[in-house]
C-alpha cells in the first residue's frame, strides 16, 4: 500500500483567460459582469470557446459526419443561434425547443425532435414545421400518421430503437435492456411493418446508447455495435436507409480524476467503421449530437460570496447562488456520490494565502452545497465564486423556484 499516493485532481481548466488575475467571458471581466448582474448570481457562456471546440472537433471527426447539436444540454437561443452557424443541425425535445431552433433560420430538415411522451403540441408544432420526428413508441407513431393524413402531408420519421446491446464501458447507459426510450430493437421489424409509408416518409433510426462517457474504449464499441444494429435492422425499412443517427456521448472531465477525452482514436476508429458499413450508408445522412461536448467548458456559474463564517473547526462561504440555481453543481442530478466540480474564486485565480471551504447557498438544506472542502484562495464577503464546466445542464436543469430566491442571469458572450 502506498501511503503517499495524491489524492486525483480536477483537469486544469485552461478555456478562459485572466486579466489582473481574474477571469474573463468573452473580454469582459466577471467583476464588470457581476455589476451587470446586480445582486443575482450568473451563467456566463463565451462563444469562442465554443467555436473553438466545435472546430477541433470537426478537425477529427469524419466529413461525412453530421454534427448536431442537442439543444437539451443549453437551449438559451443566443448559445443555440451560434450553435447552429457552426454545426449541421439540431436536435431538440419539446414544442418550445423547437421555437427556437427554427427561429435560428436553419433548414426544417436538419432539425430532429427525439424524446418520450410528446404532447399533442409537440407532435403538431414539429409536423407543421416538417422536422424529422424521432418515433419512440408504436401509440406515437399512430398520432403523427393521423396528423400526416389530417394536414395531408407526408411527415419525416426516423425509429428510437432501444439497442439490444449494453455497454460495459459508459458513463449515463440511456439504451439496452428495459427503457423507456424507443422500441426495442427485436420489435423493430414488426413495428415497421405496421407503419403507413404513404404517410411517413421513414428515413431510418436513431440509436442512442448513452451520454457523458470519458472512455475512449467504450465509445469505440457503441459505434461498432450501432452500426451492426443498423445493418441488421435496414432490411426491414420500405426504403434505403437515408438517416441513421448513431447518438453522441461524448463525456467531459467534471471531476477530480477526469482528464479530457482523446477523440482522434475515436473518430479514427468510427472513419473505419464506416468504411466498412459503405454499401449500407451508400444514401445514409449520418448524424452525431453531442449537447455537454460543445458547450459545457465554455460556461461558467458565478456567485458572490454573502457571508463567512466558522462552525466546529468548517470555514463556510456563503453564497448567493446554489441548488434552486445549479442542481448537478450539488451532485443532486443523477451522480450517485456527490463530488467537487472545479470551482476558483474569480476575481482572484492566484494566490498563495489559500485555505479549506465549503461553499453554500442560501437554502436550509444540506444538499445546499456548491464545493465541500475544497481549497482555494482566501475570500470573504462580496468575492465571486466560478464554477467551471458548467455550459451545460445548469440554468434549466436546476428548480429556480425552490424557496422562491432569484433566478439566475445568463450571459451570453
Ligand atoms: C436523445 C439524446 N440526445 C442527446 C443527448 C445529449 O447528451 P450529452 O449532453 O451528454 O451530449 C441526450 C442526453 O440525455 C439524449 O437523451
Redesign the pocket.
Known sequence: MSGDRKAPEHAPQTAFETRNNELLVGGVSVSELAQRAGDRAFYAYDGAIMTRNVERLRDKLPSRISLHY?M??NPMPAVVNHLAGLTNGL?VASAAELRVALATGINPRDISF?GPGKSTEDLETAVEAGVIIVLESPTEAERVTALARQQGRKVPVALRVNPDFLLKASGMK?GGGSQPFGTDAEEIPEFLATLDSDALDILGFHI?WG??NLRPEGIMEAHGKTLELAARLAPSLPGPLRWLNIG???GVPYFPGETPLDVAPIMAALAETLDQYGDLLADTEVVM?????LVAEAGLYLCRVTDRKVSRGTTYLVTNGGLHHYLSVTGNFGQVIRKNYPVCIANRVESDDLEPVTVVGPLCTPLDLIAQNMTLPTAGIGDLIAVYMSG?YGYTASPHHFLSHPEPLEFFL
Open positions: 442537442a437539451k444540454a436536435d427525439a440511456m442512442f451520454s457523458q453522441g456521448g461524448l449530437e453531442l449537447g455537454r461536448y451545460a
